[in-house]
């Protein structure tokens, strides 16, 4: 009896990092929400892929990296933040995609990120921000 519970015991424990990675599976990470509700091209270009998709107001395009960083810094320097909040997120295929709501002072964003996982990475290869009339 003892033997089965630490057998138990030891099965959860290395179980474990197994079952936190799934939580985190499926979401958008932190740093590239926090990059994106504090306008922080600079930080957000570090999750980006070596070429990037975006869809602007008024433009869109594959960039690379560098481009894109200059892109979205005039996109936030036009439009600087309020707020940002994830409002939808899922897996498809071998991808994550969140959908997210961008406040500025006169008026709203629907951001969608498109990111892939590379080795230990995740990478954002798409980026399409639209306004939104509410």
């Given amino acids: 009896m003892k033997l089965e519970k630490l057998l138990l015991v030891a099965f959860l424990l ?11 599976e499926g979401k958008l990470q932190n740093e590239i929400v926090v990059a994106t509700r504090n306008g922080d091209s600079g930080q957000l270009s570090q999750y980006f892929n070596d070429r990037i998709e975006l869809v602007l107001p008024g433009q869109s395009g594959v960039y690379s990296r560098e481009q894109a960083r200059f892109l979205v810094k005039d996109f936030f320097d036009s439009h600087p933040p309020v707020s940002f909040q994830v409002i939808h997120q899922g897996v498809r295929e071998n991808a994550t995609f969140a959908i997210g709501r961008y406040h500025f002072n006169t008026g709203q ?6 990111t892939k996982r590379t080795g230990d990475k995740t990478l954002i ?3 399409r921000v639209e306004r939104q009339d509410d």
């Fill in 125 to 127: 290869h798409q980026i």
């Fill in 14 to 24: 290395c179980s474990l990092p197994l079952l936190m990675h799934g939580q985190t």
């Fill in 109 to 114: 964003f629907r951001i969608l990120f498109l």
